[in-house]
């Protein structure tokens, strides 16, 4: 049993906004059916060379796309051109079956060329929930613009946030506008599906990259609406909080020390062997702290250097002080808590082999995570789906010589 057992989604979508929630609901039980187009597919798998090798791997001599096989998974796919009549046909009658309609494609494609309207979803389903998300919101003049994921980082002021002070900005690696439109995807549809459950109706509903990243930065975004001043990060020399900071080990690897709260700091001079600081006049009070944090900070870079990371894990963990490894990705995907709580799983993988792969976050008593299946090949499941809505394996055949599927 999962949560959204009975539930049907229809994914209309490319690279990672609508697919990635999609593929959130996927997990969570629904029963997902990803379209693309029948020569090109999901534009991820045109661009391989654009994110660079390390996102592409070679399988017994065929290009392999990380990507799309991470963004869609718990899916079945099926291909379909929605720009000819036929393809709009079978996509109604398809959604005659479904519970819900998302799509990161313009408005303007998904609307007025493909005629995938709120009101004409609702004719053929009257409970449906449509949900399209883009750049930069609904309404306004830019609202028809293009956008991908770095337009949400740079718009909404994350990637200068995530750059150090005084630098160029940098775009990071992660696609985070993505992820996290895609997540908050995933509160709209399930908040609509209750609403539904309770009330009857479905919605309609328009998100974005840039409001889920202002979202996403509450804390700035209010702190700067209230002062009217941005928000950052001070110098390293220049912190309030000596002991809220990252240091260097004795083995070139990175520590953060999250000891903010005053109860802290005598746990922590403890167990760094340096109980002496606790009645250092420099150091008696938070204040005190901070006024002569470059001292503070330049003696505890000298300590840390003297020991490997897990010795000082080891000792913060044992005075039950605020820390935490600064991990490579190759280290966190490795961490003990990661295999034990299920966010890392082993997959059986129809291409890869025996790998491991993403887990999921949450972990539901009575409904607990099982990935039911790896990201569909283009159109995998197209024959299976339509069989689903009444077509004979002659109309299959037929669609498919005329280029429909």
């Given at each position: 049993m999962k949560i959204l057992?009975?539930?049907?989604?229809?994914?209309?979508?490319?690279?990672?906004?609508?697919?990635?929630?999609?593929?959130?609901?996927?997990?969570?039980?629904?029963?997902?059916?990803?379209?693309?187009?029948?020569?090109?597919?999901?534009?991820?798998r045109a661009t391989a060379k654009q994110w660079g090798s390390q996102r592409q791997i070679e399988v017994d001599g065929k290009p392999f796309h990380l990507d799309i096989d991470m963004m869609n998974r718990s899916k079945r796919g099926i291909t379909l051109d929605v720009g000819k009549p036929k393809g709009q046909e079978i996509a109604f009658r398809l959604l005659k079956t479904c519970d819900v309609f998302i799509s990161n494609l313009r408005r303007a494609s998904v609307e007025d060329r493909w005629g995938f309207t709120y009101e004409r979803m609702k004719q053929v389903n009257p409970r449906i929930i449509r949900l399209l998300t883009n750049g930069v919101g609904r309404d306004g003049p830019e609202a028809g613009l293009p956008a991908f994921d770095p337009v949400g980082m740079a718009r909404s002021g994350?990637?200068?946030?995530?750059?150090?002070?005084?630098?160029?900005?940098?775009?990071?690696?992660?696609?985070?506008?993505?992820?996290?439109?895609?997540?908050?995807?995933?509160?709209?549809?399930?908040?609509a599906l209750l609403a539904r459950e309770r009330h009857g109706f479905g919605q309609d509903i328009a998100t974005s990259q840039f409001g889920s990243m202002l979202w996403f930065q509450q804390l700035n975004v209010y702190t700067t609406l209230v002062t009217g001043k941005q928000y950052v990060k001070l110098p390293?020399?220049?912190?309030?909080?000596?002991?809220?900071?990252?240091?260097?080990?004795?083995?070139?690897?990175?520590?953060?020390?999250?000891?903010?709260?005053?109860?802290?700091?005598?746990?922590?001079?403890?167990?760094?062997?340096?109980?002496d600081l606790i009645s250092d006049p420099r150091f008696l009070t938070p204040s005190l702290r901070a006024d002569n944090a470059r001292d503070l900070?330049?003696?505890?870079?000298?300590?840390?250097?003297?020991?490997?990371?897990?010795?000082?894990?080891?000792?913060?963990?044992?005075?039950?002080?605020?820390?935490?490894?600064?991990?490579?990705?190759?280290?966190?995907?490795?961490?003990?808590?990661?295999?034990?709580?299920?966010?890392?799983?082993?997959v059986d993988h129809p291409v890869l082999g025996q790998i491991k792969g993403n887990g999921f976050p949450i972990q539901f008593s009575e409904t607990p995570f099982e990935l039911?299946?790896?990201?569909?090949?283009?159109?995998?499941?197209?024959?299976?789906?339509?069989?689903?809505?009444?077509?004979?394996?002659?109309?299959?055949?037929?669609?498919?010589?005329?280029g429909i599927i």
């Open positions: 057992d009975g539930i049907r989604v229809l994914e209309l979508g490319v690279f990672g906004q609508a697919p990635l929630a999609a593929s959130m609901l996927g997990d969570l039980g629904a029963d997902v059916i990803k379209i693309e187009h029948p020569v090109t597919g999901d534009l991820v994350f990637m200068l946030a995530a750059s150090p002070p005084g630098t160029e900005p940098r775009y990071p690696i992660g696609a985070f506008a993505d992820m996290q439109a895609a997540e908050i995807n995933v509160i709209a549809v399930l908040a390293r020399y220049e912190t309030n909080t000596p002991i809220n900071l990252e240091y260097r080990c004795g083995d070139g690897k990175w520590i953060f020390i999250g000891g903010a709260q005053p109860q802290y700091w005598e746990p922590f001079c403890g167990a760094v062997g340096r109980p900070i330049l003696l505890l870079e000298a300590l840390f250097l003297t020991k490997a990371r897990d010795h000082w894990i080891d000792a913060l963990s044992r005075a039950d002080v605020v820390h935490a490894p600064i991990n490579e990705m190759q280290e966190a995907v490795l961490d003990e808590q990661a295999r034990i709580n299920g966010y890392i799983v082993d039911k299946r790896v990201a569909p090949q283009k159109g995998q499941h197209t024959d299976e789906v339509l069989r689903e809505i009444g077509y004979s394996e002659d109309e299959i055949k037929a669609l498919r010589v005329d």
